[in-house]
């Protein structure tokens, strides 16, 4: 054989400016990052290849993908999986988990306020044009009273380290953010891959998530009753996150449903079609955008929704997660003013920091951003999936030039953030472990009480140097461990 | 938990396309075979091919003639058609992988190469040689794909739309193929280049469906119209024949809810299928008979679509 065993040397990993995960300087593991990096360094590149192979296996024979649009057809992946862990410490995690769901109370707060007498722009702690110029408010959720006053029941946050050892919140997913059944699966990949690790550790298991969503989808139903019929909607088999929707049915034991198998009837509740007959509906957990879901309320063409159902929703009729309208808070520079949503409305200090974002719209940031495109992350204020993102440092003159333009020709749809460098942890490229970029985005729900995984979906940008850790632009993804400290 | 219309729809239809697949495959195999024992007749054997499938109206307006090439080009590589083989295996495949959930995953796996192969070899077969070869490949898919239907799948509503499928499929193919008999039996729409081969075209018929053994078996003396048409028409223990898809149709009719419709058609068509006399009706009237069975066959796919899929009343 020409790879012979060609064991891992910590002192050998490569440093790079970021901070790293799991190895300290010197190659010193961090704890409790002690047992994985000793065990590790017992396997040659040969057996790490063997275990690849086997997760990779794994994925095929559990059939866990993700659809990606290309060349006009649509195309089923296998989920890209690293097979090495991304751990963190218990301490830290508690500290997270309060911050979240501080985060997530806010929010909803927030957004119930919008909708009804709007305290927090005649307190002027946020400026109402900011909100209303973004173009998530929807006059057609004015109003509404949804149960316990939540809104956005599941949000996915995107956390990222920086150089200095804080998680900073990127971000906050309010609209339909996916992932968390990747989170459960990397968990039992791990499983197969390294059942010895899991023994040696003691480590906080996330298959709990698919029981919480339904006690908090279960806690909005508007009949009270034992067994509240819970529906997910689904965009269809073509959506990219298709296999999510089925797995998390699948797991709550709840149908999976598309817009036409579901209609409202003359009493303004809504219904699916079984060969039972009419089965009427409580809840419906949407992974459809609001602009789809009734095409009587918003989009007329939209084959995908129900129509009537705003109606529904409306007269309290069914429940809907998230609640239609949530996307007014899921904003990038609404996301700037989280920390003082949560001193206005809370009266708490903000556990968790924001990463410093500047406005565009604001002339005298403006000013600096447009000085400093060379140091700063740009971002359009409107977009998901890290599409139409200039990270300054990298780009090319060219780049550069564009994105000013875009600037000066639309400043309400542009922030800029300094560059977080983004941690690294160990990722198995070829047969060498190389320091791959890391983010995390865990899943916090809210409904009668609140909930947050342990850890949650960590994504790791699979080409050496480069922070772009979304899956359906070649990133792949860690199980995440929770261990205590 | 209540199983949603549309999956259910589209599990009935699933069926239907790969039942048709199989049956066509075979179709087109007996022909071929056959044409080499009567050369004479050869264009309009491959003529009734096409009116067994009932693409008479759609191949003529492509086609001026009924030819060997042209018909197999058609029957089994044609995807703008419904009537070929690769059309249904390409809907079968469309209708499984929105159902994936509730089929066993070998079954979808099954389908889902199927229709990918067939994509791929389809336009080599349609030369004689190698032909047989693959319409033998795709039987003998469809016919592992029903047996792990049938050894893995709970008989609960998903496996009794399947089942639905199945049955109405096969009892409107049977009822298609005994047709096409007709122009043998002389009923009035006799081909004299056909009707010097009578006994061979009647095995011909038989071996179509399967049924050449399990007619050897049950029926004695040779092979004539009224005694084919008897086995076709009203044997219930041969899964082909008429009474015997209509006995499952009423067994599964029997377990779903809210039947009252259906199975009340359905009946009505047991007696009348049993009450048939085959002897008389080759005499004359068999086509008139079968073309009012087709209809009520028709019928009976629209009540179970109203009844399930479409949830009037």
């Known amino acids: 054989m020409a790879q012979t065993a060609l064991h891992i040397d910590w002192r050998a990993y490569p440093r790079t400016a970021a901070l790293d995960e799991l190895v300290g300087p010197g190659g010193r593991a961090r704890p409790p990052a002690g047992a994985l990096l000793n065990f590790l360094k017992r396997l040659d590149g040969a057996e790490l290849h063997n275990r690849r192979k086997a997760a990779e296996q794994a994925v095929r024979a559990l059939g866990i993908t993700f659809t990606v649009y290309s060349d006009g057809a649509n195309i089923d992946r296998q989920w890209p999986f690293d097979i090495i862990p991304r751990i963190l410490r218990a301490s830290e995690w508690r500290k997270v988990e309060a911050g979240l769901a501080q985060r997530l109370r806010a929010l909803n707060c927030f957004i119930d306020d919008v909708y009804h007498r709007q305290h927090i722009f005649r307190d002027r702690v946020i400026p109402a044009e900011v909100v209303m110029a973004a173009g998530n408010y929807r006059d057609a959720c004015a109003g509404v009273r949804p149960a316990h006053g939540v809104w956005a029941h599941i949000c996915g946050s995107d956390l990222v380290r920086d150089s200095d050892g804080q998680l900073y919140v990127l971000e906050d997913n309010l609209r339909v953010p996916s992932g968390v059944s990747y989170m459960i699966e990397n968990r039992r990949l791990t499983k197969r891959v390294f059942p010895e690790l899991l023994e040696a550790y003691q480590v906080t298991p996330v298959g709990e998530y698919p029981a919480q969503l339904f006690d908090t989808l279960a806690s909005i139903s508007p009949r009270r009753s034992e067994t509240p019929e819970i529906v997910v909607l689904t965009p269809g088999i073509y959506n990219s996150a298709y296999f999510e929707h089925a797995f998390l049915a699948q797991q709550m034991g709840a149908e999976l449903v598309e817009g036409g198998d579901l209609e409202v009837g003359d009493d303004d509740c809504v219904y699916m079609r079984t060969v039972r007959g009419l089965v009427r509906v409580d809840v419906i957990y949407r992974r459809v955008d609001d602009a789809f879901l009734d095409p009587e309320c918003f989009r007329k063409d939209s084959l995908l929704g129900v129509p009537g159902l705003m109606r529904a929703w409306r007269l309290g009729k069914v429940a809907i997660a998230n609640a239609p309208g949530t996307g007014v808070a899921d904003d990038k520079v609404v996301y700037a003013y989280v920390p003082d949503m949560i001193r206005y409305y809370l009266s708490e200090e903000p556990l968790l920091p924001n990463v410093p974002t500047y406005f565009c719209h604001d002339p005298l940031q403006r000013q600096h951003v447009l000085q400093n495109l060379d140091k700063l992350v740009v971002k359009p204020t409107n977009e998901s999936g890290g599409y139409g993102i200039l990270i300054g440092p990298t780009a090319s003159r060219a780049a550069r030039a564009a994105c000013a333009e875009a600037i000066r020709a639309n400043p309400r749809g542009h922030v800029a953030q300094p560059v977080v460098s983004l941690s690294t942890a160990p990722t198995l490229l070829g047969r060498e472990l190389v320091p791959c970029h890391v983010d995390l985005r865990p899943f916090c729900l809210q409904g009668a009480s609140s909930y947050v995984t342990a850890g949650g979906l960590t994504r790791v940008a699979m080409r050496k140097g480069s922070l772009v850790v979304n899956s359906s632009q070649g990133g792949g993804s860690k199980d995440t461990w929770v261990v205590a400290d | ?313």
């Open chain 2, 1 to 313: 938990m209540a199983m949603l219309s549309r999956v259910a729809e589209r599990l009935y239809w699933l069926a239907r396309y790969v039942e048709r697949a199989e049956n066509t495959a075979r179709l087109v195999g007996v022909n071929a075979q056959l044409l080499l024992d009567m050369p004479e007749a050869v264009n309009a054997l491959w003529e009734s091919l096409i009116e067994i499938l009932g693409a008479h109206e759609d191949f003529f307006a492509q086609h001026g003639k009924a030819t060997e090439r042209s018909v197999v080009r058609y029957v089994l590589a044609d995807q703008t058609t419904q009537a070929s083989i690769a059309s249904a295996l390409r809907l079968a495949r469309e209708n499984a992988r929105t159902v994936r959930e509730v089929l066993p995953s070998e079954a979808w796996e099954l389908i889902n190469q199927l229709q990918m192969e067939v994509q791929e070899t389809a336009e080599h077969a349609l030369a004689r040689r190698g032909r047989q070869a693959f319409l033998d490949r795709v039987v003998q898919q469809c016919q592992q794909f029903s047996g792990m239907i049938m050894t893995t799948m709970s008989r609960r509503e998903p496996f009794h739309f399947v089942n639905l499928g199945w049955a109405v499929e096969r009892a409107d193919m049977t009822s298609r193929i005994l047709d096409v008999g007709c122009t043998y039996a002389g009923g009035g729409r006799g081909n004299h280049a056909l009707l010097d081969h009578e006994s061979v075209l009647w095995m011909n018929v038989l071996l179509s469906l399967s049924a050449y053994q399990m007619y050897r078996q049950q029926m004695r003396g040779r092979v004539e119209g009224r005694s084919v048409v008897g086995f076709l028409l009203q044997d219930t223990a041969f899964p082909h024949a008429i009474a015997c898809c209509l006995d499952t149709l009423e067994a599964t009719l029997g377990a779903l809810p809210r039947n009252g419709a259906p199975l009340r058609l359905n009946r009505a068509l047991v007696k009348q299928v049993a009450g048939a006399d085959p002897s008389a009706l080759v005499a004359s009237g068999l086509h008139e008979f079968l073309d009012q069975l087709q209809g009520e066959l028709g019928r009976l796919h629209g009540l179970i679509q109203s009844t399930w899929f479409r949830l009037a009343g």
